[in-house]
């Protein structure tokens, strides 16, 4: 069993001060030993210099530090492939942290989390039974009871367990139906009910069955919109897609041969990537969403806001969509940091001219701000929530017979 005692440890921070008090916690957890560096290039200089010798198990960063600051340092952590742990710490506000902290796991450092200043022993503790567990592993289980396995996955996918729901979007100029997102539901004989996507899908993802997911998500997707159209109504329909899923080299050939063989046009089909996902980056992923696009896919970027390098992904991939994460929608009247979030996310999508979708949309007061905001497209409760395939049919028939009167 490892001791935690021994940990090879080291605090970056300017602030002596708060390396006084940090050490001054350690102290009381009885860890007596702690590399300090009051600057990041003072600690990659450390890094390097114990690589051979004897590695850094754990290092605790501040956000804001002169010249080099902690973003910086993680960016440099992650070019000297340095293979420990990491966590940010400091006094800005949570959201900040919790950025700080996408950005180190998108950097594909081991980052343990974030602890706001000033330090509570407490929450230093936490932090520190953690170095010895498996990184990322224990995702939060709701209720804290069931565990899904991977064998559970396939035997929902074996007995036709999962199915769609569909949530409309609606332009808001015009008010008219632009299409629906296809949301994956697992009803599960073992679990006694719905499974959340939260609990399978980053489950699915490490374990590869995400692909044979994804595939049964674009086929039950085609067939429902095949039912649409045959009903009358014109659709473009949006699926959720894996960065896993794009890094497969055929994803968009078979995605080209199903729609061909179903005659649905190309162009119906939006592709939803999630922002943060985007980060880990591949060739193979851009060789396939370059190749997705020739064949006339629309990309749309999804969640926008929630991941960090928005900007840089938004000028690598030819995205036609970009999707404001709920987040930022819903209660933005009573919140200044995320109206501007809203607001600005809004300019950009004008000024890259591609479609803005706002997520979350629950209440009239929701609904102005976004047509102020001259948002294109609008989805959420206030319009309707994700239904199953029958009843978004009648959905649609009773929408737009109320809106051509
Ligand atoms: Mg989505």
């Known amino acids: 069993m490892p001791d935690i005692t021994q940990l090879n440890l080291m605090i970056v921070d300017d602030d002596e001060f708060a390396i006084e008090l940090f050490l001054c916690a350690l102290e009381e957890l009885e860890i007596q030993t702690c590399e300090t560096a009051c600057s990041g290039q003072e600690a990659l200089a450390l890094v390097e210099s114990r690589q051979s010798v004897s590695p850094l198990d754990l290092i605790i960063c501040d956000i804001e530090m002169p010249d080099m600051d902690g973003l910086a340092l993680l960016r440099h952590l992650a070019e000297v492939n340095f293979d420990g742990k990491v966590a940010v710490i400091s006094g800005l506000d949570s959201d900040i942290l919790r950025m700080a902290r996408d950005l180190g796991k998108a950097h594909n450092l081991d980052v343990l989390g974030a602890i706001q200043k000033p330090i509570q022993k407490e929450a230093l503790a936490l932090l520190l039974d953690q170095v010895f567990n498996e990184p990322f592993a224990p995702k939060p289980k709701p209720f804290g009871k069931r565990s899904v396995s991977a064998d559970a996955i396939q035997f929902g996918l074996d007995n036709d367990e999962f199915t769609l729901f569909f949530q409309p979007k609606v332009n808001v100029q015009s008010q008219c139906v632009f299409g629906a997102e296809a949301l994956i539901r697992w009803f599960s004989s073992e679990f006694g009910g719905i499974v959340g996507p939260d609990e399978f899908i980053p489950l699915a993802e490490e374990s590869s069955l995400i692909n044979a997911i994804t595939e049964r998500v674009i086929d039950m997707s085609i067939q429902e919109l095949k039912r649409f159209k045959a009903e009358g109504h014109r659709l473009k329909l949006s699926i959720n897609v894996s960065m896993l899923n794009l890094s497969q080299l055929d994803f ?42 020739i064949l006339g896919i629309c990309l749309s970027i999804d969640d926008f806001g929630t991941g960090y390098s928005s900007m840089s992904q938004l000028q690598h991939i030819p995205f036609s969509e970009l999707k404001i994460d709920r987040s930022f929608v819903y209660g933005a009247g009573e919140n200044d940091s995320t109206r501007r979030i809203l607001e600005s996310s809004a300019s950009l999508a004008q000024q890259l001219a591609i479609a803005s979708v706002a997520e979350g949309v629950e209440t009239r007061e929701d609904w102005d701000r976004i047509s102020a905001l001259g948002i294109d497209l609008v989805q959420g409760y206030f319009i309707s929530k994700p239904l199953p395939p029958e009843d978004f049919s009648t959905w649609l028939r009773e929408w737009n017979g109320l809106t051509e009167n």
């Open 252 to 293: 968009a050939t078979n995605l080209a041969a199903k729609l061909k063989n179903e005659a649905i046009d190309p162009s119906d089909i939006i592709l939803e990537i999630t922002e943060t996902a985007l980060m880990r980056d591949a060739t193979n992923v851009l060789e396939v969403l370059t190749r997705l696009k």
